[in-house]
């Protein structure tokens, strides 16, 4: 039996199904979660090779996802391959990934479909979809630690031993964003190889703007409150350890040799005591500033404050294309930059390879 199981979620994708199916073959079992279709999705699939598993009504890609991994697990697999069944990911890009997996078994691997902008300077992403991905992507790279270009590919391989281990309970989209960041605060790494990017403007997206991207925010929005209060504390910390016990000793020592030369002017004594002070505190709270991880808290604090400015510039983005301007994009290539993010967290980074696999 392969060490792999290749899973597709599935809601009305009759005209592509069995050609996605039929590729996938090619590189393991294919098992498809048919979420409730209303039309000949799961016979397609099934013609083509694939076996099925019918949900009884629609309940979201995630309920769909966990299904499968469900099935996954009880047959044994090694790793799970997702992608989608709408034609968007490229089925012969399968051994790719795999190949990434084989190198880096302690990972999830993502194929990311934005190296360097290529899919953005080529025009296949739709603008407005490519704001809301690089936006979540911002901040998943800041609370996973990890400068991913594409946080929102569903085209994936997760290893069986975290599925076991993590149990996601998002629904919908949700739960490709829950998975990466607990699979990060579990210690596993997150790995990126680019996949090609494709779109097809005549087929409607399954994620829905207001519903997906309100659960995606919500979840979003909890994780940064929680890791705000934890990094706030770390900050007073550290503007606060001059002070300590500690630092005291040495501290006192140093301060010793600093005014003895003083010892028989008072007022030229407190005021070398007065510039020592001031000097230690100065450069440990410079030293906190440049730090990396302040930096990156500080990008991300403005960015959250931020958010109401890019939700008005997001609803007001269609009346404002009308009149040629394009606010929103701008916008968020400059707050929501994860390129100057992954130069804060690059010396975080250390434990979270991000792999380029450039073979084509």
Same mark, same amino acid.
């Given at each position: 039996?392969?060490?792999?199981?290749?899973?597709?979620?599935?809601?009305?994708?009759?005209?592509?199904?069995?050609?996605?199916?039929?590729?996938?073959?090619?590189?393991?079992?294919?098992?498809?979660?048919?979420?409730?279709?209303?039309?000949?999705?799961?016979?397609?699939?099934?013609?083509?090779?694939?076996?099925?598993?019918?949900?009884?009504?629609?309940?979201?890609?995630?309920?769909?996802?966990?299904?499968?991994?469900?099935?996954?697990?009880?047959?044994?697999?090694?790793?799970?391959?997702?992608?989608?069944?709408?034609?968007?990911?490229? #089925?012969?890009?399968?051994?790719?990934?795999?190949?990434? $997996?084989?190198?880096?078994?302690?990972?999830?691997?993502? !194929?990311?479909?934005?190296?360097?902008?290529? $899919?953005?300077?080529?025009?296949?992403?739709?603008?407005?979809?490519?704001?809301?991905?690089?936006?979540?992507?911002?901040?998943?790279?800041?609370?996973?630690?990890?400068?991913?270009?594409?946080?929102?590919?569903?085209?994936?391989?997760?290893?069986?031993?975290?599925?076991?281990?993590?149990?996601?309970? !998002? !629904?919908?989209?949700?739960?490709?964003?829950?998975?990466?960041?607990?699979?990060?605060?579990?210690?596993?790494?997150?790995?990126?190889?680019?996949?090609?990017?494709?779109?097809?403007?005549?087929?409607?997206?399954?994620?829905?703007?207001?519903?997906?991207?309100?659960?995606?925010?919500?979840?979003?929005?909890?994780?940064?409150?929680?890791?705000?209060?934890?990094?706030?504390?770390?900050?007073?910390?550290?503007?606060?350890?001059?002070?300590?016990?500690?630092?005291?000793?040495?501290?006192?020592?140093?301060?010793?040799?600093?005014?003895? #030369?003083?010892?028989?002017?008072?007022? $030229?004594?407190?005021?070398?005591?007065?510039?020592?002070?001031?000097?230690?505190?100065?450069?440990?709270?410079?030293?906190?500033?440049?730090?990396?991880?302040?930096? $990156?808290?500080?990008?991300?604090?403005?960015?959250?404050?931020?958010?109401?400015?890019?939700?008005?510039?997001?609803?007001?983005? #269609?009346?404002?294309?009308?009149?040629?301007?394009?606010?929103?994009?701008?916008?968020?290539?400059?707050?929501?930059?994860?390129?100057?993010?992954?130069?804060?967290?690059?010396?975080?980074?250390?434990?979270?390879?991000?792999?380029?696999?450039?073979?084509?």
């Amino acid at each position: 039996m392969s060490d792999h199981l290749i899973l597709i979620p599935v809601f009305d994708e009759a005209l592509t199904i069995e050609g996605v199916v039929t590729r996938a073959r090619r590189h393991g079992a294919v098992l498809v979660i048919d979420d409730g279709s209303s039309d000949e999705s799961a016979a397609l699939a099934a013609r083509a090779g694939a076996d099925v598993l019918r949900l009884a009504r629609r309940s979201g890609k995630g309920q769909a996802l966990r299904r499968g991994f469900a099935e996954a697990l009880a047959r044994g697999a090694e790793r799970v391959v997702t992608l989608d069944g709408d034609g968007q990911h490229d #089925p012969d890009e399968i051994p790719r990934l795999l190949h990434a $997996a084989a190198s880096s078994p302690d990972a999830v691997v993502i !194929g990311g479909r934005l190296g360097r902008g290529a $899919a953005a300077a080529n025009g296949v992403i739709p603008a407005g979809r490519l704001c809301a991905m690089r936006v979540a992507g911002f901040f998943i790279d800041w609370l996973t630690g990890c400068p991913l270009t594409d946080t929102q590919s569903g085209f994936r391989v997760y290893p069986v031993r975290l599925l076991e281990t993590i149990a996601p309970r !998002g !629904g919908g989209f949700v739960l490709e964003s829950e998975v990466l960041i607990r699979a990060a605060a579990g210690g596993w790494r997150l790995v990126e190889t680019p996949v090609t990017a494709r779109h097809f403007p005549e087929r409607r997206s399954r994620f829905r703007p207001v519903r997906d991207g309100v659960a995606v925010g919500a979840l979003l929005a909890g994780e940064i409150l929680r890791r705000f209060r934890r990094e706030a504390a770390l900050g007073a910390a550290a503007l606060l350890r001059p002070f300590t016990a500690a630092r005291r000793r040495p501290r006192h020592r140093e301060l010793a040799e600093i005014t003895a #030369p003083y010892r028989g002017n008072p007022a $030229a004594c407190a005021t070398a005591v007065g510039v020592f002070f001031v000097h230690r505190t100065a450069a440990t709270w410079r030293d906190w500033w440049g730090d990396p991880r302040a930096r $990156a808290f500080r990008a991300v604090g403005l960015a959250a404050a931020l958010t109401p400015v890019l939700l008005a510039l997001a609803l007001l983005r #269609p009346g404002l294309r009308r009149i040629g301007l394009d606010l929103l994009g701008p916008f968020v290539r400059a707050v929501y930059s994860q390129e100057r993010l992954a130069r804060a967290l690059a010396p975080q980074a250390a434990a979270a390879e991000v792999v380029a696999w450039r073979e084509r």
